[in-house]
Nanobody, 115 residues
Framework: QVQLVESGGGLVQSGGSLRLSCAAS????????MGWYRQAPGKQRELVAV???????NYADSVKGRFTISRDIAKNQVNLQMSSLKTEDTAVYYC?????????WGQGTQVTVSS
């Protein structure tokens, strides 16, 4: 069983920056793709960014050039650096670990971008 705990959400003005962190309960990065998803009110959960076990990064078109996903293997932590935030980035952000046939989720952290 993998546990994921997110932190770093909050309220920020449009154009500002936030850094989200996700702490995993074990050394899983060699077998799991780690991702950040978000869900805005009334919308489906969507993939924001993912980093594969091999270190390949992919981003949703809506965040390319503004968000950066990274991982700290020593700390079992994956981060999402968000810059040039827009009001449409407002959502609950979830950390995800896709580990072969298993899928794990964190509890989510709220990000609110004000205009």
């Amino acid at each position: 069983q993998v546990q994921l705990v997110e932190s770093g959400g909050g309220l920020v003005q449009s154009g500002g920056s936030l850094r989200l962190s996700c702490a995993a309960s074990g050394s899983i990065f060699s077998v799991c793709a780690m991702g950040w998803y978000r869900q805005a009110p009334g919308k489906q959960r969507e993939l924001v960014a993912v980093i594969t076990s091999g270190g390949v990064r992919n981003y949703a078109d809506s965040v390319k050039g503004r968000f950066t996903i990274s991982r700290d293997i020593a700390k079992n932590q994956v981060n999402l650096q968000m810059s040039s935030l827009k009001t449409e980035d407002t959502a609950v952000y979830y950390c995800n670990a896709a580990c072969r046939q298993y899928n794990y989720w964190g509890q989510g952290t709220q990000v609110t971008v004000s205009s």
